[in-house]
T-cell receptor, first 115, second 112 residues
């Protein structure tokens, strides 16, 4: 079945460490997105990519970095510059190239905790 | 980006219809109206979308006002599994990559 796989499901990081969250999709979607969700809050956009080797900052990109070397993969690195990284991270994909009315598919998320 | 306004929470009884409202008074002519729902500790799930006409699918119906400044998601018979946060979102068209901007959503609780 096609879908989005995020790993790991739970991740613990020490303060001052960088950590990379994985996101892989086999839906052949062109666009991929990273969102952050804090308890009781809606989702906020971190980065998005419309095509391979191109990505754009979202609303809260500071302290994060991404790469898009392959269509299927869009890893997110949470750097030590991110002051409050504990959150639920969600990856999504869509195919805007076939019309902007298409829905997004989301992964099941990675819960990052700084210890 | 155009914004949406939804009630923070709503309650429903099981097997009764639920009408979830959304106001989007600053919607532009090419913005699509999307609805997603999110169960606890899961990623959001696509429910339905529309532009101008009312839409039906196996999950729900979407009623869009004639002036497009509001819409209503209709669950015809609520079940306990429908308890979730429901997000009404306007999908921007153009150079923004169709990104979704999420608001706070409506937390729906369903009573047996």
């Amino acid at each position: 079945d096609g879908g989005i796989t995020q790993s790991p499901k739970y991740l613990f990081r020490k303060e001052g460490q960088n950590v990379t969250l994985s996101c892989e999709q086999n839906l052949n979607h062109d666009a991929m997105y990273w969102y952050r969700q804090d308890p009781g809050q809606g989702l906020r956009l971190i980065y998005y990519s419309q095509i391979v080797n191109d990505f754009q900052k979202g609303d809260i990109a500071e302290g994060y970095s991404v790469s898009r070397e392959k269509k299927e993969s869009f890893p997110l690195t949470v750097t030590s510059a991110q002051k409050n990284p504990t959150a639920f991270y969600l990856c999504a994909s869509s195919n805007p190239g076939t019309g902007f009315n298409y829905g997004y598919t989301f992964g099941s998320g990675t819960r990052l905790t700084v210890v | 980006d155009a914004k949406t306004t939804q009630p923070n929470s709503m309650e429903s009884n099981e097997e009764e219809p639920v009408h979830l409202p959304c106001n989007h008074s600053t919607i532009s002519g090419t913005d699509y109206i999307h609805w997603y729902r999110q169960l606890p500790s899961q990623g959001p799930e696509y429910v339905i979308h529309g532009l101008t006409s009312n839409v039906n699918n196996r999950m729900a119906s979407l009623a869009i006002a004639e002036d497009r400044k509001s819409s209503t998601l209709i669950l015809h018979r609520a079940t306990l599994r429908d308890a979730a946060v429901y997000y009404c979102i306007l999908r921007a068209v153009g150079n923004q990559g169709g990104k979704l901007i999420f608001g706070q959503g409506t937390e729906l609780s369903v009573k047996p």
